[in-house]
């Protein structure tokens, strides 16, 4: 409707406050420099130490998580109290990689004490045993490693931020655990977490 479409957009005072949560010139021009400077802000909660996630290659993954579609490696992480929602129905259980539940549990748990709750009504799944988008190599989902958030206003082909709304908090949370949020480090597909290293 009218006002999902006025919501998933971000307004020029929107992009101007992103820009200067992130450091960036507040100019409300999304460019390159705006978006080397929230890559530099996400990095800044990610763990000093070491990240605890692979790299995004293959090689990687399947060392990390095992082969794709290996559904021994996956765990029901239960969520019923967190107001996770799928399609308008609670969502009990999500099914996610063993290594990935820990750290996911934290990040909706947080998220669902703020404001930004709303994207946990819009859960659009975690574990699918399917290829990459117009690809063929497998999906981070087949691996149960990332998980899909309000998919109507931040989809695959859409800007992040100027046709996309996911909220830069959210992308906060996922940080501080070390995963990397699409939207922020692709320019789209804002609903896709991944629990991989940003590069």
């Not at 890559?39 to 995004?56: G, I, Q």
């Not at 996956?74 to 009990?92: F, M």
């Amino acid at each position: 409707d009218l006002l999902t479409a006025i919501q998933a957009v971000m307004n020029h005072n929107q992009i101007i406050a992103l820009q200067q949560r992130v450091g960036a010139t507040p100019d409300g021009f999304w460019g390159p420099a705006s978006i080397k400077a929230c890559k530099a802000h996400l990095r800044a909660f990610m763990p000093l130490e070491r990240n605890p996630w692979p790299n995004s290659d293959q090689a990687s993954l399947t060392a990390f998580c095992g082969k794709a579609g290996d559904e021994s490696q996956l765990v029901s992480l239960v969520v019923s109290e967190l107001g996770v929602r799928y399609d308008g129905k609670d969502v009990r259980t999500i099914r996610c990689h063993h290594k990935v539940a820990p750290s996911l549990h934290r990040v909706l748990e947080k998220l669902s004490k703020t404001p930004h709750a709303w994207v946990l009504k819009e859960y659009a799944g975690c574990y699918n045993n399917r290829p990459m988008r117009g690809g063929s190599l497998p999906s981070l989902h087949a691996r149960g490693a990332a998980v899909d958030l309000a998919p109507s206003t931040n989809g695959n082909r859409e800007a992040w931020p100027s046709s996309a709304n996911m909220p830069i908090e959210v992308m906060e949370e996922f940080a501080k655990e070390g995963a990397t949020p699409a939207g922020a480090f692709w320019g789209r597909d804002a609903m896709h977490m991944e629990f991989t290293k940003p590069k």
